[in-house]
């Protein structure tokens, strides 16, 4: 092997965005021609339920996944239980949430499922990490929702090398931890990125604020710390934030009022502080509005009232506000008003 072999130039480096690039340098330049004819989706999938520790649940749930029938017929993956099929018979959804699985994603292949475009597998009790061990660029995945398991560790920081098209990401409710890489922004069609219930810790990216079609921003339930950062004003398309029970500690950007798609903005719960910003009134979408057990002070602004026309739900105790409720919140559609 030569001095600038490529393994020495990645086993050397220390830096991961450095890593990411180089894997996706060299994932397009060698493996994804062979693509398309990808041994054994079958076979990939019937490795991971031979890993799996079955229960009598999950091997209810999976007993349609037979290896004799794959043997048989390549189109018979596309009748077992979860799978969806395009007319080539190639995999293109795998949805088994609820089906009692334990057991980790280890022996999971995804190389070998290249059509995959949605991975469906919430609602179980799987544990281990989340999948980084994949050797082909999968461009056609758009959809991964691990939410309600017991998964751990960190999201990949190599992930938008290896899923580049995600556009939803969901990964509530299990035990995902530490920072929340800042490469994240490199998905650059992601839609919904809900990370609720988590352990993630190390701050909200600043760098989220570039990911321009983002909708949906769920963070709450993590032991974040930091700021609300300026730069997620920047997020235009943005119609819910859910920041709530994140231990924040910082003022409310005023930033946020050029998100004038927002309907939904949770931040209860935090160690918020300063004043409601007038240019928030802007936000003539809001329906539900939550900044309950924070340090806010000053007044309520009769402006809200007056400029949320669809508001349902303002739930602002536990703060530090003084002065009047504004008569103005006779205005609103309120259905839950709580001061
Ligand atoms: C294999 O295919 C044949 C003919 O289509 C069918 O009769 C048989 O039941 C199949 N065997 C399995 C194990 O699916
Ligand atoms: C990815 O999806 C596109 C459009 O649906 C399709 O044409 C293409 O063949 C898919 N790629 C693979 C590897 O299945
Ligand atoms: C995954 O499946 C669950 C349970 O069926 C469903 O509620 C959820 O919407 C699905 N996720 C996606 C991204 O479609
Ligand atoms: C996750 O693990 C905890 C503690 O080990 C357990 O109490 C909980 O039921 C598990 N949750 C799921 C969805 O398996
Ligand atoms: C990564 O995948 C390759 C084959 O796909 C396998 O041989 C290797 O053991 C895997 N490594 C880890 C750490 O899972
Ligand atoms: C996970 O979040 C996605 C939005 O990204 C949503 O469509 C899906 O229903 C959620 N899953 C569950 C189980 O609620
Ligand atoms: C996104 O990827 C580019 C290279 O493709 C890299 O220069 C940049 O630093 C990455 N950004 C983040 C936030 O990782
Ligand atoms: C805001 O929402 C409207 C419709 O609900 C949509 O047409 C428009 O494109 C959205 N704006 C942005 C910047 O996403
Ligand atoms: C935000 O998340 C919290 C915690 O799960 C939840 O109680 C709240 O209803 C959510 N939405 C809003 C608008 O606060
Ligand atoms: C506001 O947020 C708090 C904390 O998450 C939650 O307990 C409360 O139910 C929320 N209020 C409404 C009306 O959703």
């Known amino acids: 092997m030569r001095r600038h072999d490529h393994c020495q130039a990645s086993a050397s480096s220390r830096d991961t965005l450095r890593l990411a690039l180089l894997l996706f340098l060299l994932l397009s330049s060698s493996q ?3 693509a398309s004819s990808a041994p054994g989706e079958a076979e990939a999938l019937l490795e991971w ?13 999976l007993a349609s996944w037979d290896r004799a029938a794959a043997a048989n017929s390549s189109f018979a993956v596309c009748s077992w239980h979860g799978m969806t099929c395009d007319v080539f018979g190639r995999v293109v959804g795998v949805d088994v949430s609820g089906a009692g699985i334990d057991g980790s994603l280890h ?16 609602y179980n009790a799987l544990v281990g990490p989340f999948p980084s061990n994949v050797s082909a660029l999968l461009l056609n995945i758009t959809s991964v929702d691990l939410s309600n398991n017991n998964f751990s560790g960190p999201i990949p920081p190599a992930l938008p090398a290896y899923m580049p098209n995600l556009e939803h990401l969901n990964l509530s409710s299990n035990q995902f931890a530490g920072e929340i890489s800042p490469s994240v922004a490199n998905l650059t069609r992601l839609q919904s990125l ?3 219930k988590n352990s993630f810790s190390g701050g909200i990216p600043p760098a989220l604020g570039s990911i321009s079609r983002l909708r949906v921003l769920e963070l709450h339930s993590n032991p974040l710390g930091g700021a609300i950062p300026a730069s997620l004003g920047q997020l235009r398309s943005l119609e819910r934030i859910n920041v709530s029970i994140a231990q924040l500690e910082s003022t409310l950007p005023t930033e946020l009022s050029h998100c004038t798609n927002l309907t939904v903005i949770g931040l209860a719960v935090n160690k918020l502080s300063g004043k409601l910003p007038v240019s928030w009134a ?4 809001v329906r539900e509005f939550n900044v309950s057990k924070n340090m806010l002070t000053g007044d309520i602004l009769p ?3 007056s400029a949320w026309t669809r508001l349902t739900v303002f739930q602002a105790d536990k703060n530090h506000f003084i002065g009047e409720i504004p008569a103005e919140v006779g205005m ?8």
């Open 32 to 34: 994804l021609r062979g």
């Open 107 to 122: 022996a999971l292949d995804l190389s070998s499922l290249p059509s995959l475009g949605s991975l469906n597998l919430s």
């Open 303 to 305: 402006d809200y009232f």
């Open 194 to 196: 809900v990370l609720g």
């Open 332 to 339: 609103a559609l309120l259905g839950d008003l709580s001061l």
């Open 49 to 61: 339920k031979d890993s799996l520790p079955l229960t009598a649940a999950a091997a209810g749930a």
């Open 282 to 285: 802007k936000l003539r979408r």
